[in-house]
């Protein structure tokens, strides 16, 4: 059932190891079940979508975001003719790299790292090291390429080049020259040549951003920062509301809102199966080496494009910037910042079996407080400072 543009597994351009093939799995279900076997996978449910994971249980949190993200890719995949697998693999492990408390403690992380920059001199930077601050997509690939020890011959989870492609979504060209110098070839050649990744790789993509636009919704009502009312102003919601009063006049509350999203999610897909089919026609692409020379082919059409901006942009100004989101975030950032700082002043604080061969020890520490979850971090945020942040 495979479109002659998708991966195909038995032209995987191979793992940077040689394994023998499994008996009954193709390459990119290995991938996906060994990242579901992975340690920072099932850290992912105490990580932060937006919501901090103890303001509430049903709040999306890393691990049910990347679940949702697989759902939407497969479902598209499938009508697309691309591999289900490779781009499950990919949704799966999209967010490994991600610190504790979403995106402010990455961004708090980033500027400990670069802040410390300057005393690179003192501590040169390690050959196993990136450059500059943080990035996350680049995290996730140290995640399955490095960090995850799980192998006798080998660190990380030793991935397909495909599944590697479509983890590393953006990269510095700083960092795409690092990497190519140490795998050339490689996962970072594409950043410096402007090529696209697979079209698997780029249909997980839009799913995450299906994905997230729906659940922030979702999440932003349920929270009470965001309102029925003030989502009347959003066109990709509201005319999807209007049409589910339309077919159930009584509907109101919560089941008016997910029948709402439910609506709102079928026509993103339907719109990137029917858009992206175009533009593979259009293009004339019969391989997926002649998908990654073109800009990327799986797209929303430019109506849906519009719509899907004007709701980010909505969430952006009424959610993320949300004055109670932002004061936990403030308080994220200094939890983030106080450890950075106390592992630096002291690296016997490290437990032993984080520190790292060929890393400065201020990328050890950032590595170490990237993989924590939200509690984990909390608690030693206190053990440490003896200030107590959140309760
Ligand atoms: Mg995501």
Known sequence: MLAPYACDPARSRGRRYPEPEAPTRNPY???????????????????????????????????????????????????????????????????????????????????????HEGEAA?????????????????????????????????????????????????????????LQAREPGGVGERFLQ???????????????EIAYNAHDIDDGVRSGLLTLEQLEAVALFDVHRRAALRDHPKLHGRRLLYEAIRRMLSAQVYDVIDATRQALRDAGVQTPEQARAHPPLVRFSPGMREASGALKRFLWRNLYRHPQVMETTGRARRVVADLFQAYLADAALLPSARRRQGLSLRRQVADYIAGMTDR???????RLTGERLFF
């Open 29 to 115: 279900q290995r991938d996906r079940d060994r990242v579901i076997h992975s340690t920072a996978f099932r850290r992912l449910v105490y990580k932060t979508q937006v919501f901090l994971n103890h303001e509430g249980d049903l709040f999306r949190t890393r691990l049910t975001h990347s679940l949702e993200v697989a759902q939407l890719g497969r479902s598209i995949a499938r009508a697309l003719g691309l591999h289900e697998d490779l781009v499950e693999a990919i949704a799966l492990a999209h967010d490994l790299g991600h610190t504790p408390f979403g995106h402010a403690g990455q961004d708090a992380l980033n500027a400990c790292l670069r802040a």
């Open 122 to 178: 003192r501590e040169p930077r390690g050959e196993a090291e990136p450059h500059g601050g943080f990035e996350h997509n680049l995290q996730s690939l140290r995640v399955v390429d490095e960090l995850e020890e799980r192998y006798p011959d080998f660190d990380g989870l030793n991935l397909c080049f495909e599944t590697r492609e479509g983890i590393l979504k953006r990269c510095s060209r700083a960092n795409a020259e690092w």
């Open 194 to 208: 402007g090529r696209s990744p697979s079209l698997e790789a780029q249909l997980v993509n839009v799913a995450d």
């Open 376 to 382: 984990f971090a909390i608690r030693e945020h206190e």
